[in-house]
């Protein structure tokens, strides 16, 4: 009888796995993530994959709804997996979280789904770190966003971040006052983000605004110079006349005032600049490196989203950090150098009879905080000395007969190719000399 072949699974397309390196690197951005949300006091939550389609859905626009993964489970509940984290917390807030103390700080890390197209930087299964300032309408609040944001990107040592920014307050206030409505501003913002800025001029006529909206929305997709502080100006000029879009564009002056004044951050501000995402009222951003043509980071001011999802009215702003793209504009900088193994040990039983004693001591190394790999497939010491060596590791404990009867191992350097007896409860101390050394 022939062999029956066996097929050979992939990954379904868009989908990845991490290799120990990448998953490595996916970790350590991680880690600064978390350490960034601990430097500004703000608590992890960990919320569901699965959540409500119609809590997802209801205003996540309409580019990221037509990309959802939805089904219905087995009780026939119509689910999908979360785009984005907003959403959910927005359900936290005002559900759970509805009577704790304002400002409540909130970060959350993990992975979301989009049914994205797959390409370079675009996944359907990616990964963002996501903070949420919630309870505070003030300029200061928006300023610290993006303040963390770049103690983000300076924690994993990319260079020439650009922070791109906007305010949805100051084009959807012009659209207000023309009694445009929500849905067609939706429609709005979406070409806008997509920046087929004539389309979305078009639409506005084909709705019936007024010429001095059409005239100012022109003139502010224009509105696009190297000095922040003359495009806000620029962009007040612009707006004179529609009372509420003046104050939206105050609001984004005082927000860069603040940044700008307290750390140093390349800033460009595009009036015409909107986001996918519908529930954003105010500031909004992006991070780019000139590596890469996607945007690293994005996110925003949504006032209105937690009391549409039943909650008291609540002033919120938040950011998500793309960690996948973070990766690899940190492959591109080469700013990513893999921690030195300092302290990677494998304990090798001479013969069967010391396994017991090999596995001993590994667990009293580990205690000691050493990283210690047993010698597993029984192989003679000279072979499972030359596999070690090839993969890097600092140093072998060599468990033969003789030394312990003076309850004592050989210890190799496999760096510097020495060897020496040490007694067992000294193998920490020797080792950490040793490193000392170098
Ligand atoms: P958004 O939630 O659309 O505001 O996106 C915030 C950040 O998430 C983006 O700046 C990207 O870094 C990241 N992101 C969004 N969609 C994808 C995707 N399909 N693949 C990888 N990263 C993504």
Known sequence: ??????????????????????????????????????????????????????????????????????????????????????????????????????????????????????????????????????????????????????????????????????????????LNEENLKEKVQNEIMQLLDKKQYDDAIKRVKSDGASRKCVIALKQLMKVKESGVFETVKRMERQVRGFERAESAVKNLYEILELVLESQKIDVIVEAGFARGLEYYTGMVFEVYVPQMDTALCGGGRYDRLIELFGGEPTAAVGIAHGLDRITLAMQKQKTWTKAPRENTVIIIPVKEEMKKEALKISQKLRSKNLQVESEVMGRKVAKALGDADKRRISYAVI????????????????????????????????????????
Not at 415 to 433: D, F, M, S, Y
């Open 1 to 174: 009888m022939g062999k029956v072949r066996v097929p050979l699974f992939r990954t379904v397309r868009g989908m990845r796995d991490f290799l120990p390196e990448e998953a490595e690197l996916m970790k350590y951005i991680e880690n600064k993530a978390r350490e960034i949300a601990q430097l500004y006091r703000y608590r992890e939550v960990i919320t569901p994959v699965v959540e409500s389609y119609e809590l997802l859905a209801a205003k996540a626009g309409e580019e990221i709804r037509s990309r959802m993964y939805t089904f219905r489970d087995l009780g026939g509940r119509m689910v999908a997996l979360r785009p984005e984290f907003t959403a959910s917390l927005a359900r936290l807030v005002s559900n759970k979280l509805r009577n704790k103390p304002k400002p409540l700080r909130l970060f959350c890390v993990g992975s979301l789904y989009r049914y994205d197209e797959p390409q370079r930087g675009r996944f359907r299964e990616f990964w963002q770190s996501n903070y949420e300032l919630v309870g505070s309408d003030k300029p200061e609040a928006d300023a610290e966003i993006i303040m963390l944001t770049n103690s983000l990107m300076n924690a994993t040592g990319l260079k020439n971040c650009v922070f791109k920014v906007g305010h949805i307050g100051v084009l959807r206030e012009i």
């Open 399 to 438: 468990v033969g007969e003789k030394e312990l009867k003076d309850g004592a191992v050989i210890l190799r350097d496999l760096k510097r190719r020495k060897q020496q007896k040490v007694k067992i409860e000294k193998i920490t101390e020797t080792i950490e000399a040793a490193n000392q050394k170098t």
